[in-house]
């Protein structure tokens, strides 16, 4: 009975995002090529973020990049000036973010953070979390962001 109710109710979000999407008229422009020049044998860690998006955007796809940029300003501001934390807004129809959307099997909104340390890459996918909490609970997306971004900025 919990496997029926769990797949009618991931069938309610994923109709819900396909025909709730808008287009967003303020989305940044970004091309995939300003995370080329990433070091991937650093001995410190660096943290990406990459909110992938369409062209046409839901409340929700919004409220995940709002929620990230503003925990970023709010507790981050200096590792992102340091370039520790890098955040990247990938817009997935454009034919230049192709490999990356590849890489990362985004093929709509999504949101992942990745940790590169001495030459290897661990991430982690936030979309689940992004569209269950950053729209009508923000401030619990923008915990679990931290916990993410906190436990990626560790050497380990």
């Known amino acids: 009975m919990k496997a029926i109710l769990r797949s009618a109710l991931m069938l309610v979000v994923t109709l819900s995002f396909l025909f709730s999407c808008q287009p967003n008229k303020n989305a940044e422009k970004e091309k995939g090529s300003s995370f080329a020049a990433i070091d991937s044998n650093t001995t410190t860690p660096i943290v990406l973020i990459y909110n992938f998006y369409g062209t046409h955007r839901c409340p929700s796809c919004v409220a995940i990049e709002n929620a990230t940029i503003e925990t970023l300003d709010s507790f981050y501001r200096e590792e992102v000036k340091a370039g520790?934390?890098?955040r990247f807004g990938i817009n997935i129809d454009d034919p230049q973010n192709e490999e990356l959307c590849k890489k990362y099997e985004a093929y709509g909104s999504s949101i992942y953070v990745t940790q590169i340390l001495k030459g290897k890459a661990q991430t982690k996918?936030?979309?689940g979390e992004g569209f269950?909490?950053?729209?009508?609970?923000?401030?619990?997306f923008i915990e679990i962001l931290k916990s993410t971004i906190d436990q990626f900025l560790k050497e380990e």
């Open 125 to 127: 996918n936030l979309t």
């Open 84 to 86: 520790k934390i890098k």
């Open 132 to 140: 269950k909490y950053a729209l009508n609970k923000k401030e619990k």
